[in-house]
């Protein structure tokens, strides 16, 4: 299967995940996985371990994007 035949068969919330992982990926190659997008402060173990492409601290994303 072609990978544009495959992303057809995605739902939008599939989509978004996989996009959300690439992002995770590209943060830990320039070395800010880890590192909340909005205060800058760390994430903690435990966010990370529930959702890795998780681009928010606790807190953050309390407060919406």
């Given at each position: 299967?072609?990978?544009?035949?495959?992303?057809?068969?995605?739902?939008?919330?599939?989509?978004?995940?996989?996009?959300?992982?690439?992002?995770?990926?590209?943060?830990?190659?320039?070395?800010?996985?880890?590192?909340?997008?909005?205060?800058?402060?760390?994430m903690?173990?435990?966010?990370?371990?529930?959702?890795?492409?998780?681009?928010?601290?606790?807190?953050?994303?309390?407060?919406?994007?």
């Open positions: 299967m072609a990978v544009r035949e495959a992303d057809e068969l995605l739902s939008e919330a599939e989509r978004q995940e996989l996009l959300d992982i690439e992002a995770a990926l590209t943060r830990i190659a320039v070395g800010q996985f880890g590192r909340c997008e909005r205060c800058g402060g760390a903690g173990r435990h966010r990370l371990r529930a959702i890795p492409e998780a681009r928010f601290c606790m807190t953050c994303s309390a407060l919406g994007r």
